[in-house]
C-alpha cells in the first residue's frame, strides 16, 4: 500500500540520507528533505521501514501542513480535529495495538498543549480507531510535531526511540550514527574493512548489518572493551551468521602485523582527547594519519570522526599531500559539535 512517510535522522546528513533510503526501501518519491527529516512516498511495509538502522524515528503521515504561516498550536489541532479527509484506517492498528497517547511537539522539544482541544482530538481518534488512551505507557503514539522550518505534520508513529543513555555504555556511538558513518565508506562485497578505536564496537557491528564485506577488524587498545566486544558478537552470532569478523587488542598507532596496503576501508573514532588523557594530541594525529597512510590502499577510504577539529584541521594540513578531503560533515554528538571527514588516500 503506497503512503506517505516520514523518517527523522540525525543533524547534519540529508545528503546521505537521501542518497542511501531508496537503497534499502522502495521510494517513488522523495517529497521533502529538510536536516534532520525526510518525507517520502513507499509501498514499503512498517517493518521494513523499522529494520533501517541509519534512521531515529518513522511516522505514517496521517497530514501534512506545507506551510503553518500565522497558525498556532492550537489552530493547527483544530484543523486535525475538523479534518474529514484524514484516513485512521491503518492496517497494522488492528494488529494488538490497544492503546495511544498524543505527543505534541515545537522545533524538537515536547510542549505541553490547551488540555480540552487534546481532549477533543484523543475522542476523534479513539472513536475512528477504536483504541483506548494511556498516556502513561501507550501502544502507539499519534504525534504532531512542528518544525523550525514552518511545516507541521501529524502521524502515527511506528518505531520507539529507546532511551539510549540506558542502553549505550559511556562512549558508545548511538548505533545510527554508527551506521551513517559506515555508509560514508561506501561499502562493497570485497571490503576489508577497519575500526582501529573501536571501543564498545558500535562501528563494525553497525557495518556487519549494512551489507556484504569480506573482512571486518576490530581494534583497540583496551583489553576489557576488547573482551566485551568478543562476547557481544558471541551474543549475535546465535541469531545471525557473522563470518570473518576479528576483534583484537592493538595499538592502532602501530599495527605492524597489517601489511602496507592491506585495508580497503577505515571508519573509526578516535579518542576525543577530552576524557582520556592524551599528552600530545598533535603527536597523536600526526602518528594515527601516518600509520593509517601505510595501511591503506590507494583510493582506500578513511571516515573519522573528530571532536577537536581545530588541533585534526591542522595536523591534515600537514599530510595534505597524502589524503584528499573528500568531504566534510558538522553534527552533535552528546552535544558536542563533532565533524566527520571523508579522506581518500593517495599513493
Ligand atoms: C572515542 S572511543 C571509541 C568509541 C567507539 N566508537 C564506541 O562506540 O564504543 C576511542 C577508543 O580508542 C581506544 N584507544 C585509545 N588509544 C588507542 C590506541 N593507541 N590504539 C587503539 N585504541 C586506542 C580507547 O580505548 C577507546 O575505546
Given at each position: 500500500?503506497k503512503r506517505t512517510y516520514i523518517s527523522t535522522?540525525?543533524?547534519?546528513?540529508?545528503?546521505?540520507?537521501?542518497?542511501?533510503?531508496?537503497?534499502?526501501?522502495?521510494?517513488?518519491?522523495?517529497d521533502l528533505?529538510l536536516?534532520?527529516l525526510?518525507m517520502y512516498q513507499?509501498?514499503?511495509?512498517?517493518?521494513?521501514?523499522?529494520?533501517?538502522?541509519?534512521?531515529?524515528?518513522s511516522f505514517i503521515v496521517l497530514k501534512f501542513f506545507k506551510d503553518i504561516g500565522?497558525l498556532n498550536t492550537d489552530s493547527i489541532i483544530k484543523n486535525i480535529i475538523l479534518d474529514k479527509s484524514i484516513d485512521y484506517n491503518i492496517?497494522?492498528l488492528?494488529?494488538?495495538?490497544?492503546?495511544f497517547?498524543i505527543i505534541v511537539s515545537s522545533?524538537?522539544?515536547?510542549?505541553?498543549v490547551?488540555?480540552?482541544l487534546l481532549?477533543d482530538l484523543e475522542i476523534k481518534i479513539?472513536k475512528n480507531t477504536?483504541?483506548?488512551?494511556?498516556?502513561?505507557?501507550?501502544?502507539l503514539e499519534f504525534w504532531i510535531s512542528i518544525r523550525?522550518e514552518g511545516c507541521a505534520f501529524f502521524g502515527l508513529r511506528f518505531?520507539?526511540?529507546?532511551?539510549?543513555?540506558?542502553?549505550?555504555?559511556?562512549?558508545?556511538?548511538?548505533?545510527?550514527?554508527?551506521?551513517?558513518?559506515?555508509?560514508?565508506?561506501?561499502?562493497?562485497?570485497?571490503?576489508?574493512?577497519?575500526?582501529?578505536?573501536?571501543?564498545?564496537?558500535?562501528?563494525?557491528?553497525?557495518?556487519?548489518?549494512?551489507?556484504?564485506?569480506?573482512?571486518?577488524?576490530?581494534?583497540?587498545?583496551?583489553?576489557?572493551?576488547?573482551?566485551?566486544?568478543?562476547?557481544?558478537?558471541?551474543?549475535?552470532?546465535?541469531?545471525?551468521?557473522?563470518?570473518?569478523?576479528?576483534?583484537?587488542?592493538?595499538?592502532?598507532?602501530?599495527?605492524?602485523?597489517?601489511?602496507?596496503?592491506?585495508?580497503?576501508?577505515?571508519?573509526?573514532?578516535?579518542?576525543?582527547?577530552?576524557?582520556?588523557?592524551?599528552?600530545?594530541?598533535?603527536?597523536?594525529?600526526?602518528?594515527?594519519?601516518?600509520?593509517?597512510?601505510?595501511?591503506?590502499?590507494?583510493?582506500?577510504?578513511?571516515?573519522?570522526?573528530?571532536?577537536?577539529?581545530?588541533?585534526?584541521?591542522?595536523?591534515?594540513?600537514?599530510?595534505?599531500?597524502?589524503?584528499?578531503?573528500?568531504?566534510?560533515?558538522?553534527?552533535?554528538?552528546?552535544?558536542?559539535?563533532?565533524?566527520?571527514?571523508?579522506?581518500?588516500?593517495?599513493?
Amino acid at each position: 500500500m503506497k503512503r506517505t512517510y516520514i523518517s527523522t535522522f540525525i543533524t547534519g546528513f540529508q545528503s546521505v540520507i537521501a542518497d542511501n533510503l531508496p537503497r534499502v526501501v522502495n521510494i517513488f518519491s522523495i517529497d521533502l528533505l529538510l536536516d534532520g527529516l525526510i518525507m517520502y512516498q513507499s509501498n514499503e511495509e512498517i517493518k521494513s521501514i523499522k529494520r533501517i538502522n541509519f534512521i531515529n524515528n518513522s511516522f505514517i503521515v496521517l497530514k501534512f501542513f506545507k506551510d503553518i504561516g500565522s497558525l498556532n498550536t492550537d489552530s493547527i489541532i483544530k484543523n486535525i480535529i475538523l479534518d474529514k479527509s484524514i484516513d485512521y484506517n491503518i492496517p497494522e492498528l488492528k494488529n494488538n495495538r490497544s492503546s495511544f497517547r498524543i505527543i505534541v511537539s515545537s522545533e524538537n522539544q515536547l510542549i505541553s498543549v490547551n488540555k480540552k482541544l487534546l481532549n477533543d482530538l484523543e475522542i476523534k481518534i479513539t472513536k475512528n480507531t477504536k483504541l483506548r488512551i494511556n498516556k502513561l505507557k501507550p501502544d502507539l503514539e499519534f504525534w504532531i510535531s512542528i518544525r523550525s522550518e514552518g511545516c507541521a505534520f501529524f502521524g502515527l508513529r511506528f518505531t520507539k526511540n529507546p532511551n539510549q543513555e540506558k542502553y549505550l555504555a559511556k562512549g558508545e556511538l548511538r548505533p545510527e550514527l554508527a551506521s551513517i558513518l559506515c555508509l560514508l565508506s561506501e561499502p562493497n562485497s570485497d571490503d576489508i574493512f577497519l575500526d582501529p578505536f573501536c571501543g564498545y564496537g558500535s562501528i563494525p557491528i553497525q557495518r556487519i548489518y549494512i551489507s556484504k564485506y569480506k573482512t571486518i577488524l576490530s581494534y583497540d587498545i583496551n583489553n576489557e572493551l576488547i573482551n566485551n566486544l568478543k562476547s557481544k558478537i558471541k551474543n549475535i552470532q546465535k541469531s545471525k551468521n557473522i563470518k570473518n569478523f576479528f576483534v583484537h587488542n592493538t595499538d592502532a598507532l602501530n599495527m605492524k602485523f597489517l601489511s602496507d596496503n592491506y585495508i580497503d576501508k577505515i571508519v573509526t573514532d578516535p579518542p576525543w582527547g577530552f576524557f582520556e588523557k592524551i599528552d600530545n594530541l598533535d603527536l597523536f594525529y600526526s602518528k594515527m594519519l601516518k600509520e593509517f597512510h601505510r595501511v591503506v590502499k590507494n583510493n582506500g577510504i578513511m571516515v573519522l570522526l573528530v571532536a577537536n577539529s581545530g588541533t585534526f584541521d591542522k595536523v591534515l594540513e600537514e599530510y595534505k599531500s597524502l589524503f584528499n578531503v573528500e568531504n566534510k560533515y558538522t553534527t552533535l554528538v552528546s552535544g558536542k559539535k563533532t565533524v566527520i571527514y571523508k579522506l581518500k588516500n593517495i599513493k
